[in-house]
């Protein structure tokens, strides 16, 4: 069975990218442009793991991992930020409402398949 991962990104390039990565290794993908459509696609299907972007419209990354977390049916997927922020009270706050990593922007579609592998061996 293939595994599912949520992206969640405003960015239509970083999604594609990222999508066209994790399908061919394997992975099925969903998409969403913002933090409200990513907890919407979360009650739709089961994940097993979320690809976030910290700063998004409407609610940013931080609050989607509240929402996730508040969730007892999604409170332990993996949860990984991918973002241009890299300041250490933004990676502080994210592990600290349960981020399980961070990668940030640009990226190396290696580094990306890295990361889910371990979180998600297919």
Known sequence: MKKTILVAD???SIRQIVKLTLK??????LEACDGVEALSKLDETTVHL????LNM?????????KGVRANPVHKFVPIVMITTESS????????AQGATGW??????????????????PS
């Open 24 to 29: 061919e290794a394997g992975y099925n993908v």
């Open 10 to 12: 405003d960015s239509p």
């Open 57 to 65: 419209p409407k609610i940013d990354g931080i609050e989607v991992i």
């Open 103 to 120: 990668i940030i922007k640009p990226f190396k579609q290696e580094q990306l398949l890295s990361v889910v592998k371990k979180l998600v």
């Open 50 to 53: 979320i690809l976030l972007d």
């Open 88 to 95: 250490t009270a933004k990676r502080q706050e994210g592990r």
